[in-house]
């Protein structure tokens, strides 16, 4: 029996992170058997915020990290296909036939994507970044995919894609299945620094591939609670990154519960609060640096899963786009326009 589709990616634009892992890699891992499994590497997506020549050329080191995070956090090569988005022109295409199913107010009422502008220094939104959502609904839809398990940043692009789905399916009959959002545990994990979202582009992140030296140096230099200057004040929990790390992250819950007491009553220093914390992530890591030395030490494997990936996925693609033209009617133009020239060729032909 053949398994229902689950999709997802990221773009390259670095390494991997804790907020990747809750938000979307711990579903991965946990759904792989349970479905068949495409990720894609998003480099088209990536030109939305960061297209420099230098961005580009970063992109081919960043996607192999990417492949090498995903199998380091769980995910077995033989189940997962990846693909490399922009070695697929045929997703390019069903973009421009997606085009004309959803309206520009419909898209720009979307916030994420002027957050992504902003982040980007952007003053006017790109035509590009105002259809990410578009291009999104291309890359879930290609593959028929009926999952998508994705951080809370990115729900809004796959509402998109669900009505994308419906509306092609209306008009011209039904081709797509309407995909399922699924959103991580921590819908959206603080950053290091206390911002609303961990992000690789921001740099404010713990690394899967982080080593034990640097996860301690940035827990250390976490933002806390600013108002707590000394140890003997009482401090603020809720809200603190420093506690949501905890909360995620430590298993040992009688200790977390511990030092959120002492940290209310102002009996613990901030110290002893992220000694446990780097303790914590350090045990969760632990057996993901262990994974990744191992597909490390094999060299070439990850490009030869890259590239078998993508060869795999574009054979769906094709299948895919054909039965798209032939729905919407587009094979059958082409035919008759054919037809009718070769009609007359034959005519002068018959005339001279
Ligand atoms: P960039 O800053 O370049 O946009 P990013 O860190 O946002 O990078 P993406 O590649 O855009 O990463 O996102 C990949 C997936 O990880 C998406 O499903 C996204 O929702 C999820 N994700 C990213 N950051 C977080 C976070 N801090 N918390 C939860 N999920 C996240
Ligand atoms: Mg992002």
Redesign the pocket.
Known sequence: MTQPRLL????P??KL?L??Y???LENRVRLQHQYECFFII?DLH?LT?KNSREDILESAENARHLVLDSLAAGIEPERATFYLQSAIPELSEINTLFQNLVTVPRLERIPSLKE?ARAAGKEEMPYGLLGYPVLQAADILCVRAHIVP?????ASHVEVTREIARRFNGLYGEVFPIPELMI?D????V?TDGRA??????GNTILLSDDEATVRRKVFSMYTDPARIRADIPGTVEGNPVFVYHDTFNPDRAEVDDLKRRYREGTVADVEVKERLTEAINAFLAPMRERRAAYEADRGYVETLIVEGTARTRDEVVLTVREMRSAMGLTSTWNRIRRRAEDRAKKIGAAG
């Open positions: 997802t990616g990221d773009r634009t670095g992170h907020g990747h809750v938000g979307s998003a990536m915020t992504m994705v951080g809370k940043d990115n991580g921590v819908p959206t994990l950053g979202k961990m992000s690789k582009s921001v």
